[in-house]
Every structure is written in structure tokens, then in C-alpha cells.
């Protein structure tokens, strides 16, 4: 019996690796104060308003993971209108919050200035509802939180040979359709679970201000309308009224002096690039004669992430 044999081959092409790889997604959770907004829900006695010019607040229950965090009702001592009560609101959450959401103000083109937490992975600690009452008037204050979440995309890099025994690489999304390869700087393997690139807190910038008085005129209250790190006061004619006042638990306070020409006053907050001055600060031309000059550096947030 005679025959031929021949050498048997594996099938070809074929895969001979394949690997798992994913953008990481993240997710931000944020309130506000502005009544109904997409950054965030506020009611007053269950109707969605804007909750400000709230001193004294009563924080009774904060749900997160399904449950309150508050071990027992706390008092706090919040601010008035727009950023500096929204930096109070941003200190309560940081003190109470057991998971670190790293709480602060940040600034948006929809909602103006609310509060946002840092990046977050696209899934994991579930924020819910803050409620407060007004211990001035007894009102029941709520804030909603909006989530806004992107999941984390998924790749597979697969390595193929062919029949000559060269190699290639192709990329498939989740569904198995072919695709170009991500941009590596971004993909990590999937069995990695780290927090996404991006800032802790948004970009924050310093920005220099001046403004010169003449007269029997009043500056703006330099706590409403500015989020403010450094501010000076010169006195080129006076005099002029200076008022500093604050509300709040544990103290209350109501400082009240003129000064006279020549007086070069400063405030400043150093190496910290959060906290800004809090209590409120006029100026006063108390005749026309009276001249002045206010600089001050306010910080401004990008929400660049």
C-alpha cells in the first residue's frame, strides 16, 4: 500500500490574543439653590423655589446610599445671596460627607453658580436629598441633586495572525463592530478602576479688580457680589463709613467706623485657594468731597472638566 501525507495546518487567519480595554467614564452630582434648574432641585415648604438670604439653617437629614449621614440635626451659620451662600452650603456638605465627594462652587453657562462635586466613577456612592428648615422662619428647605453621568467605553484589541505567520491588531467596540484604535493616552485595561483624569476642584483663577468712588456714594456689598481673596481700600478724601457685618452660629457681629483721609485699609486671605472674606462689607462716601479707591482680586471658577 503506498499513499502521500501531508503536513496538517491550523486554520488561518485566526486570533491569538485578545485584550479588554476602556476609557474611563465619571460622573458629577450637584445641587443648587436656584429653585428648579438642571443642576439641581430647591424647594420651600415642598414648592420649588430659590432658597437664599437664609442665615440660620437647620440641616436635618442628609440621604446618601439610601440613608442619612447626619448622626443628629445640625445648626449651621449660612450666608446671603449667591456665591457666598453657596460657599457655606459646599463647607456642610465637605463636613458631612463620609465618602469625600469633595464639594464646591462652580460656575456654568445653564445654572450660573451652584455646587458641584469633583469627578466621581461612573457608578458607585448615591447622593440624594438634603433637607434643612429656616430657623428663622420655620421653613422646610430641600435640595435635589442632578447626576450627570458618562459610562465608562469599552474596547477590544485583538491580535491576529495570518496564513504567512504575520501579525496584525484590529480594534472592535463593545458590540464587536470594527473600529479605529482610541487615543492611547486615554484607554486604560479594564480590569484597572481608578478615578478619571480630571481635576479634583475646577480651575480656579484670580482676577484683579479696581474701581475708584467719588462722593456721597456707597460701594457694593463686597460679599454679595464678589467672591473676594484680597481687597484694599484707599482713602484719598475722606471721610468714609466702612460696615462689616456677619450672622450666623456661634457669632454675630456688626462693625461700624469712618475713617479719615489718607487711611490705607487692607483684608486678605493667604495660602488658600478656597476660602474668600465672608461677612458683609460696604463702603461709604459720607460727603462730596469724599474720594476713594477699592482694588481687590476676586476668584473666578472654569468648569474645564
Request: charged letters at 15%.
Amino acid at each position: 500500500m503506498s499513499g502521500t501525507g501531508a503536513a496538517l495546518s491550523l486554520d488561518c487567519p485566526s486570533d491569538i490574543a485578545t485584550e479588554c480595554w476602556k476609557i474611563p467614564g465619571y460622573r458629577y452630582v450637584s445641587y443648587d439653590n436656584s429653585g428648579d434648574t438642571p443642576c439641581g432641585m430647591s424647594r420651600i415648604n415642598g414648592a420649588p423655589a430659590g432658597v437664599c438670604t437664609t442665615p440660620n439653617v437647620r440641616v436635618t437629614s442628609w440621604v446618601i446610599n439610601g440613608r442619612n449621614v447626619l448622626a443628629a440635626p445640625t445648626v449651621d451659620g449660612w450666608d446671603n445671596c449667591t456665591i457666598p451662600w453657596l460657599n457655606d452650603f459646599a463647607t456642610t456638605l465637605n463636613m458631612w460627607d463620609p465618602f469625600a465627594g469633595s464639594w464646591s462652587v462652580v460656575q456654568s453657562e445653564e445654572c450660573a453658580y451652584f455646587v458641584r462635586s469633583r469627578a466621581l466613577p461612573p457608578t458607585g456612592v448615591q447622593y440624594g436629598r438634603l433637607t434643612a428648615t429656616n430657623t428663622d422662619t420655620n421653613e422646610t428647605l430641600t435640595f435635589d441633586p442632578i447626576v450627570v453621568s458618562v459610562p465608562d467605553t469599552y474596547y477590544r484589541r485583538i491580535m491576529e495572525r495570518a496564513c504567512d505567520g504575520s501579525t496584525s491588531v484590529r480594534w472592535t467596540d463593545a458590540s464587536g463592530a470594527v473600529v479605529a484604535a482610541p487615543p492611547m493616552e486615554q484607554v486604560i485595561q479594564c480590569d484597572v478602576d481608578v478615578l478619571p483624569g480630571a481635576h479634583s476642584v475646577p480651575t480656579q483663577r484670580l482676577r484683579p479688580r479696581v474701581k475708584r468712588y467719588t462722593g456721597s456714594v456707597a460701594s457694593e456689598n463686597f460679599d454679595d457680589a464678589f467672591n473676594v481673596q484680597t481687597l484694599t481700600l484707599r482713602v484719598i478724601t475722606g471721610p468714609v463709613r466702612i460696615r462689616a457685618a456677619g450672622s450666623g452660629s456661634p457669632v454675630t457681629y456688626a462693625d461700624d467706623v469712618t475713617v479719615p483721609t489718607g487711611t490705607v485699609l487692607t483684608w486678605g486671605v493667604e495660602n488658600s485657594e478656597h476660602a474668600q472674606l465672608d461677612g458683609a462689607l460696604i463702603f461709604n462716601g459720607t460727603a462730596g468731597t469724599s474720594d476713594f479707591l477699592i482694588n481687590w482680586t476676586e476668584t473666578t471658577h472654569t468648569d474645564s472638566d
